[in-house]
């Protein structure tokens, strides 16, 4: 296969051989909320050839909704239904485990209006709830860490088989400028890492990009929109990362 210069290039020359097309948001339709070169286009040219398309994003900090108004405000006029965070693909973890109703401590945010409570859970920022939980979320943005932290440690050491779910497996994402944030897999790790120090071992339940419970989701509710199959092998992920993105999607097909 011909390597061309750009992905916008290449779909040009292989949309024939293409069954639908799925994209990341951060690094590839924008970087930090700003258009990336080109990107409109290319949402262009899928929608003048037909080729179905969905966006797949890590971040569950924010909502679909909150997704879709970045877009927007970056230039980009996505439909709601094309978007899928790893936060959707809580409703179905709750569904297949009969958790519907259940409490959950959750860590900061996922979103608003709230994916866990969309998908059936009740949750609590309250720490002192954490013994009436049947597990904990793990969310992004402002939250007293070390509290939170302390909390979910001690309540994983004498609950280790209490669920702990991490949406974002993603360590971190870029911040401004050329810093970083500790993303919710990050979290998620340090507190498995501090379990396992004190002989405890934690097995967290990620949803989203690397695991295939995101691509799973995703592609299904792709198909549901347009109303007919598509061929895993057909479908093309576009990403900025090797290790979630891009294995990912070839580990799923």
Known sequence: MKILPSFLDWYQAERDNLDAVVLDIDGVLIRRGVLLPKADQLLGTLNEHDTP????????????????KTLSDAGLDIPLEYITSSGHS????VDSHNLKGNLFY???????PCYAEAAGLRVTAD??????????LVGE???DWQRAINGVVNFLMTKPKAYL????????FPGDGETIVIASGGVTQFIVDICLANGIEISPVYLGKPHPALF????QRLQKRIRRTLRKSRTVMVGDMLSGDIKGANDFG
């Open 53 to 68: 398309y969905g966006i797949l994003t890590n971040s569950a900090d924010d909502s679909a909704e909150e997704r879709r």
């Open 90 to 93: 809580l409703k179905p973890f």
């Open 106 to 112: 959750m860590i900061a945010k996922l979103g608003e």
């Open 127 to 136: 720490v002192a709830k954490l013994p009436e939980c049947q597990g904990v």
């Open 141 to 143: 943005g402002v939250v």
């Open 165 to 172: 779910i991490c949406p974002n497996p993603d360590l971190f």
């Open 216 to 219: 799973e989701f995703s592609h």
